[in-house]
């Protein structure tokens, strides 16, 4: 049996990642997030808000679970946040940073700790993909905070890699960009005010002209990776080079 725990799958990546993997009876996913959205009988919803880190901390026993007929167990940080739009120093909220770390750095790496330290002993294949994107790798002007914290999930995951490499254990993390998607966070961002995201067009345009990929294609595109780890050895891939 195939254990997918998934972050954020009451919607976009995550879900249709969730329902591609559901179409095989050998795979259970246990998806978490807020709200549920997936009716299925190899599907268990774990509610969580990943802005509440004591509440996190609380629950996380409830998420990795024993599980000792797997022969896979993957973890899937897919749940993610842009944050405010706009200028750091130009009226943006201190919280609003420690809202986006918490989301997209904090929690993440509060799950590969535990599923580390959970499954350490256990003989399944094990495999932590992390949702990352092109944005950690280079400056947006408007998205510091989102930037900034996926360069840190990027880091996070090559620094946990370098450790499982070195104790020898065989498990694979990944930290992959997919792309520009047809999801409610690109919404939010076609929203955005032009005096606070100079490049607002360039994304109403990949709208405008269908060059948003679909939530679909990704999920194939990462579930044809956590198949075939054994062709990409990098930790940082992007699913358009897939």
């Known amino acids: 049996m195939n254990y997918y725990i998934i972050t ?6 995550g879900k249709a990642l969730a329902e591609e993997l559901l179409k095989d009876d050998n795979n259970r996913v246990i998806g978490v997030c807020r709200n549920s959205t997936i009716t299925h009988k190899n599907y268990h919803h774990q509610p969580l808000d990943f802005s509440d880190i004591p509440a996190v901390e609380h ?21 993610g946040v842009m944050g405010d739009i706009g200028y750091v ?12 770390f918490d989301v997209n750095v904090i929690v993440p ?3 590969m700790n535990t599923f580390l330290k959970v499954y350490q002993q256990h003989p399944a294949e094990k495999l932590i993909v992390n949702i990352s994107s092109g944005a950690g790798k280079y400056p947006i ?4 905070s989102y930037c900034a914290s ?4 990027d880091m996070l995951s090559m620094t946990i890699q370098k450790e499982q490499d070195m104790r020898g ?3 694979k993390v990944y930290a ?18 032009a005096g606070r995201f100079s490049t607002v067009e360039k994304f109403r345009d990949y709208k405008a002209s269908n060059q948003l990929a679909q939530p679909e294609t990704v999920a194939h595109k990462i579930i044809h990776l956590m198949h075939n780890t054994a062709n990409y050895s990098d930790v940082i891939q992007d699913v358009r080079n897939m």
């Open 169 to 171: 254990s065989g498990v």
């Open 89 to 100: 120093g130009e009226g943006m909220p201190n919280e609003r940073f420690e809202f986006v």
């Open 109 to 111: 790496a509060m799950l």
């Open 150 to 153: 996926k360069a840190a999930l």
């Open 8 to 13: 954020g799958t009451s919607k976009g990546i």
């Open 176 to 193: 992959l960009s997919p792309g520009v998607v047809d999801t409610a966070m690109q919404e939010n961002i076609r929203e955005a005010d």
């Open 141 to 144: 002007d408007g998205w510091a």
């Open 59 to 79: 629950n996380l026993q409830k998420v990795f679970m024993p599980f000792n007929n797997a022969e896979k167990l993957v973890l899937v940080n897919n749940a």
